[in-house]
């Protein structure tokens, strides 16, 4: 069990506040195009403020590769939250991140006053995790709060060095609800206790596989990793997705699910198309029966209805990666199904990151879910069972 100390759990008073965030937001021509993670950081900065810290934002964003960039510059960030917060956020420019500007502003602060630096990677050390930068930043600061949950399977200076410089390092609120849900209800789950996978390789999701086959009552795989398993066993898969280095291995999880007395649901039918486009010709058929020159593109009606059923008496899901081509309107259905079946169930509902939790929102279904992780490879690293250096950083209770 995860126990991390968080921002509920320190006096900030007068002290300043060193806050990790994830400020990665896209860009054109100067302009913010979504702001969904500034809003998402609201919460745990505007407490620090409540309660009298002195505020001092970080945050990578894109990748201006140890150099300072003017277009990856920080500033339009700290205009926008300046007008979120409804309070100046001054903009410490320092092409070195932790500069004349920064230790100036710093200085100058008053509690619950707010700065922001500038892009942590216009430093060539900070996703080396250095020495010198990671000192520099916890010069600053007498306290770090780390609420990007995004780079937190990363040991960078800004999320991992900082720690050994400062005496507290604790969670925001954004880290919080991922250690809770994706960390712990993973973990310790309410049973039955159904995963489902998807999206287009097994390679990418092997220790995902091998680690949830140790806690989960049913394991449903979809998507292209599918085709895989159905060519292991024999089956004819066209010209269907499959990496046939992973063929022993796709048997080798069968079996592993047989002796854990895991139900593993892979498809029945598949609809599939003569080319990869959406206005290609379209068939469905069994699995295992894809006929030369055609491709598995999606899951079957039969298999969304197989899926959808193992959902519904779910008490916690969690769902990484799409069923089919989703992209595409003409093999979406599948993965529409499944989030709809998401939403309607009583269970606890975890997405993973990335392109699942961008089809639950683009659906339409994204307040349905229990919980949206914001970390794409952060949060299969979770499934993986692996230890995130971002969140051991933190203080344990
Ligand atoms: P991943 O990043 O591994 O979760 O893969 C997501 C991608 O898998 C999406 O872009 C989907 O279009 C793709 N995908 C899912 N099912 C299939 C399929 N049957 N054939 C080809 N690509 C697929």
Do not use: I, Q, V
């Given at each position: 069990m995860l126990n991390k100390k968080s921002v509920d759990d320190i006096n900030v008073k007068g002290k300043k506040v060193l806050v990790r965030c994830d400020f990665n937001v896209p860009l054109q021509d100067g302009k913010i195009t979504d702001e969904n993670r500034l809003v998402a950081a609201l919460p745990t900065i505007k407490k620090l403020i409540a309660d009298g810290g002195k505020v001092i934002l970080c945050s990578h964003l894109g990748k201006p590769k140890g150099e300072p960039k003017p277009e990856l510059s920080l500033a339009p960030v700290a205009k926008r939250l300046s007008e979120l917060l409804e309070q100046e956020v001054k903009f410490a420019a320092d092409p070195e991140v932790v500069g004349p500007n920064a230790k100036a502003a710093v200085e100058a602060m008053q509690d619950g006053d707010v700065i922001l630096l500038e892009n942590?990677?216009?430093?060539?050390?900070e996703t080396k995790n250095g020495e010198a930068f990671s000192k520099e930043l916890a010069s600053l600061c007498d306290v770090f709060v780390n609420d990007?949950?995004?780079?937190?399977h990363r040991a960078h200076c800004s999320n991992v060095g900082v720690t050994q410089y400062v005496d507290t390092a604790v969670v925001g609120y954004l880290m919080q609800k991922e250690i809770d849900f994706l960390g712990n209800a993973v973990n310790?789950?309410?049973?039955?206790f159904v995963a489902i996978l998807g999206g287009a390789k097994v390679s990418s999701k092997i220790s995902v596989i091998n680690n949830l086959l140790d806690k989960v009552d049913t394991l449903i795989i979809g998507g292209g990793m599918a085709y895989t398993f159905s060519k292991a066993e024999g089956g004819k898969i066209g010209v269907?997705?499959?990496?046939?280095?992973?063929l022993q291995y796709a048997l080798d999880m069968k079996k592993k699910a047989e002796e854990k007395g895991v139900k593993l649901l892979l498809p029945v039918d598949n609809v599939i198309?003569?080319?990869?486009?959406?206005d290609c010709n379209k068939d469905v058929v069994s699995t295992g029966e894809i006929p030369d020159g055609w491709e598995g593109m999606d899951i079957g009606p039969k298999t969304a209805e197989l899926f959808c059923e193992a959902v519904k008496d779910a008490k916690t899901v969690v769902w990484n990666g799409?069923?089919?081509?989703?992209?595409?309107p003409n093999f979406a259905h599948g993965t529409e199904a499944v989030a709809k079946a998401l939403a309607e169930t009583d269970a606890t509902t975890i997405i993973g990151g990335g392109d699942s939790a961008a089809a639950v929102n683009i659906l339409g279904y994204g307040d349905k879910m229990t919980h949206i992780s914001t970390g794409g490879g952060a949060s299969l690293e979770f499934l993986e069972g692996k230890e995130l250096p971002g969140v051991a950083a933190a203080n344990d209770k």
């Open positions: 942590t990677r216009y430093r060539a050390e990007a949950f995004g780079t937190a310790n789950p309410k049973r039955p269907s997705l499959c990496e046939d280095d992973y198309g003569d080319a990869f486009s959406n799409p069923m089919g081509c989703f992209e595409m």
